[in-house]
C-alpha cells in the first residue's frame, strides 16, 4: 500500500549488477541525508525493522504471492489481455492482482522486483493512503508499454500489507517518476508509516516458470525522525 508509489523512488532500486546511486528527492521539501550502508548482518539496535531477518520474511511472503499469480495467470484464457483480480480470504485479508498486459505477463523473462513492506503508524486515518493506491490502480494501464508487468497487494493481516510490482524493464520505468499521482503517495509516506522496507530483486529466466524471488538489495526509511534515517543493505 502502496509499492506501485514507491517503485518509482528516485535511487531506491537500480538494475542488478549496477551500484545505487543515491538522488536526494524533493518531495519532503527539506534536505535528505545520505543513507548507511548496511553489512550483511549487521543488526541497528534502535531499528529492529532493518533486521535482516526482515527482509528473509518479506521475501518470503513475496515468493509465495509470485506462487499464487503463477497459479493464477494459468488460470486465465488465451484471448484475456489484462486482467484485475480482487478477492478476500476468509481471515479478513485481501489479494488484490493487476495485469495490465496479460501476453506481455506470459512471455516475461528476467524481470526486475520491487517490494514495498510498511510499518503503519497506530492510531491514525488511512483512508488517504488507501485511495491514494486506488488512483495509483487505475493508471496501471498506461504503463504497461513501459514495461510494468504486475501490481499485487496481498493483506497479510489487518492493516499489513506485502506489495509486489514486477518490471520487464532492467530499471523501473522513467515514467513513474514523472507521475503526479506517485508523487503524492511518497510524499505522505511520513504521515501514514513509522518505517518502510523498499526491495529490489529479479526472477530469473521465464517469469511464469519456476524460478525464485531474490531480494538482491534492502532500502531502508524510518521517519521517526526528520529528516528521515535511510539505510541501505546488500545481499547479492
Do not use: C
Not at 150 to 158: F, K
Not at 193 to 201: C, D, T
Amino acid at each position: 500500500m502502496t509499492s506501485a508509489s514507491w517503485s518509482g523512488y528516485r535511487g531506491a532500486w537500480q538494475a542488478p549488477g549496477r551500484d545505487v546511486a543515491w538522488i536526494a528527492p524533493a518531495f519532503y521539501g527539506r534536505s535528505v541525508p545520505p543513507y548507511q550502508l548496511l553489512a550483511a548482518q549487521e543488526r541497528l539496535p534502535a531499528r529492529p525493522f532493518t533486521d535482516p531477518e526482515r527482509t528473509l520474511a518479506d521475501a518470503a511472503v513475496m515468493d509465495r504471492m509470485l506462487r499464487r499469480l503463477r497459479r493464477e495467470a494459468r488460470s486465465w484464457p488465451s484471448r484475456r489481455t489484462s486482467v484485475e483480480v480482487l478477492k478476500h480470504t476468509r481471515a479478513g485479508g485481501r489479494h488484490w492482482l493487476v495485469v495490465p498486459d496479460v501476453p506481455a505477463l506470459r512471455g516475461g523473462r528476467d524481470v526486475t522486483v520491487v517490494g514495498f513492506f510498511g510499518d503503519l503508524r497506530p492510531a491514525t486515518d488511512h483512508s488517504a493512503i488507501y485511495q491514494l493506491e486506488a488512483d495509483v490502480v487505475a493508471r496501471l494501464g498506461r504503463y504497461a508499454t513501459a514495461g510494468l508487468l504486475v501490481y499485487y497487494d496481498a493483506e497479510i493481516a489487518p492493516a499489513v500489507h506485502g506489495n509486489l510490482v514486477l518490471f520487464a524493464t532492467r530499471e523501473v520505468p522513467p515514467e513513474w517518476h514523472r507521475d503526479r499521482v506517485h508523487a503524492a503517495a511518497v510524499a505522505s509516506a511520513p504521515r501514514h508509516y513509522r518505517a518502510v522496507r523498499l526491495h529490489g530483486g529479479a526472477i530469473r529466466g521465464e517469469l511464469l516458470g519456476r524460478g525464485h524471488l531474490a531480494v538482491q538489495r534492502t532500502r531502508y526509511f524510518d521517519f521517526g525522525q526528520q529528516p528521515a534515517w535511510q539505510g541501505l543493505r546488500r545481499f547479492e
